[in-house]
């Protein structure tokens, strides 16, 4: 009897750094909703215990699968094979180097991240150092820099841009888009301190909005719009054109409260 269970073929890079990089291929049975992380699992699993990459997870929040997948940076996790043109290719992030198979290094990235000081600073140091409260900050406020909280650290901005491919002195979009996360964020006061670290050289005039950075990225942070709208707003900066909003106050400290005669006491017990 013809077995007719489809199957999808893999082809996936292979490198364990005393040997020359190769190719290797795997078949592997395909069923629907089978992710491409799914497929590594598999092989993994079955096929080939020797195989290597980074996941956590599967949920496409940690941002450790990025793979190039089929010429694409992609999440694992998210990548349906049936929505895949086989065979599936799977490839190392490119613009990071290679440590085994599948598994790029990242930490280049996260000191560009570092460097660009992804934290609120306050010139109240007392006051970040020992919080007396919150400081406020109104939803219109909050919308200027929300989007681009979204990253999680997946390299797939990175591994996209054209730039960061040619040119080593490149932060690069997703360091980028941090610092502007933080530049219009009405708490922070750091624009002095990221000066030089974020919006000097190596900042963002070396932008050649390719926009590939926002074409793959899986949480729609569109790092290539930061990116822009972080020269506009060093342009104005630097010709005084832009009026400097207050930074964020430090919330009044809340008032003892009395009972009012009118609102009932909740009930000791709510649940039987």
Same mark, same amino acid.
Request: aromatic residues 8%; charged residues 20%.
């Given at each position: ?86 065979? /599936?290719?799977? #490839? ?6 290679? *440590?085994?198979? !599948?598994?790029? $290094? &990242? ?108 074409? /793959?990225?899986? #949480? ?6 930061? *990116?822009?709208? !972080?020269?506009? $707003? &060093? ?38």
């Amino acid at each position: 009897m013809q077995n007719s269970e489809q199957k999808v073929r893999f082809k996936i890079f292979r490198y364990a750094g005393d040997v020359r990089p190769r190719w290797q291929n795997y078949e592997i049975p395909l069923a629907r909703g089978m992710t491409v992380l799914d497929g590594l699992t598999y092989i993994k699993e079955h096929d080939d215990s020797s195989l290597a990459w980074r996941s956590s997870c599967r949920m496409g929040i940690c941002g450790s699968c990025g793979l190039l997948i089929n010429g694409r940076p992609q999440l694992a996790c998210q990548t349906q094979i049936i929505e895949l043109k086989p065979p /599936v290719i799977l #490839k190392p992030l490119p613009n990071f180097p290679v *440590i085994r198979d !599948l598994v790029p $290094d &990242l930490m280049e990235m996260f000191h560009q991240h570092r460097h660009a000081k992804p934290w609120i600073i306050r010139d109240d140091h007392h006051e970040m150092e020992h919080p007396t409260s919150e400081y406020l900050q109104s939803a219109a406020a909050m919308e200027n820099y929300f989007q681009f909280s979204y990253c999680i650290k997946c390299g797939l901005c990175m591994a996209a841009c054209p730039t960061v491919a040619t040119d080593t002195r490149y932060l690069g979009p997703q360091p980028l888009a941090q610092a502007f996360r933080y530049l219009a964020d009405s708490r922070d006061e750091g624009f002095a301190g990221r000066k030089n670290s974020a919006f000097g050289s190596s900042g963002p005039w070396r932008c050649h909005f390719a926009g590939e950075c926002s074409k /793959v990225c899986p #949480k729609h942070v569109d790092p290539a719009l930061a *990116i822009q709208a !972080l020269k506009r $707003d &060093l342009f104005l900066r630097t010709l005084r054109l832009k009026k400097i909003a207050p930074v964020a106050m430090v919330a009044p400290k809340l008032q003892a409260a009395t009972p009012r005669p009118d609102i009932p006491p909740a009930p000791e017990r709510t649940v039987p």
